[in-house]
């Protein structure tokens, strides 16, 4: 969703848009956790019909699917919190995008508009024209359109940050054109 | 050690484990929070309350399971 439309008052870096990713992220880890969730209730209630079991069997079948499951709720839990926190920031020099696993890893992805040949706006599928998804792709050349490091995935309205996107590089290059530096140039359109 | 030992050992491990991801991921939001406001970002709109929530259903999620694993224990 697209959260916000700031200008700072700050005359060296100004703020275009901050985005947030779309909620379809959320989909495939709450699928798996009620899939889950759904195995164990079945799997306890089947060894409860077939209660043939001593009782301290029983229990310890009761422990095991307590860790089972403790497992599938902690990673998803550390899952969502960590797609929550799957920012993109768009100003009028770069284009700053933040992954993180929470714990693991946490990478901050810095496109200066000058480095950026070109952007690419994908939506792929029914589902993605559905809910209106899809991926950005950066091109600063020598990356290619299957590397996930220059691709961000779940997107809203993949065309239209694009479009933005595009419109901040051609503003940049302008200024650089006004400044004298027309090499920049050439490669900043 | 009997299986109420192993039930009362997984319980407190999944506290545990709780604290940890949410102490994680609020340092997380910390220098998020920071580094988005040197750029200018309204934060309170942009993180919500989206966060909290999310905490507060972890919390509420992980007590009930191990209340309804501990029912199940005692009552079967």
Known sequence: ?189 | MNALAGLIISSLASVLMMILVIWMYLRVKKRRIMLFSSLGVNVDKFFRKEGRLLSSVYIFATLTSIVIFSILFFLL
């Open chain 1, 1 to 189: 969703m697209i959260s916000e439309n700031y200008i700072s008052a700050e005359d060296s870096e100004q703020l275009v848009q901050a985005i947030d990713t779309h909620w379809m992220k959320y989909f495939f880890p709450v699928a798996a956790y009620v899939f889950t969730l759904f195995l164990i209730c079945v799997l306890i209630l089947l060894y409860y019909q077939m209660m043939t079991l001593d009782s301290a069997v029983w229990h310890w079948i009761l422990v095991v699917f307590f860790v089972i499951y403790n497992m599938v709720h902690h990673w998803f839990f550390h899952r969502i919190l960590s797609l929550v926190m799957v920012d993109i920031l768009i100003t009028n020099k770069r284009v700053v995008l933040f992954r993180t696993s929470i714990g693991i890893h946490e990478i901050v992805r810095d496109y200066p508009l000058g480095q950026i040949r070109a952007v690419e706006g994908k939506k792929m599928g029914f589902i993605h024209n559905l809910f209106h998804y899809g991926s950005l792709w950066f091109d600063t050349g020598g990356t290619d359109a299957i590397d996930t490091g220059s691709t961000i995935d779940f997107v809203t309205s993949p065309h239209f940050v694009s479009q933005l996107i595009t419109e901040q590089m051609h503003h940049h290059s302008v200024k650089i054109t006004s400044s004298g530096s027309i090499h920049l140039v050439a490669g900043a359109s």
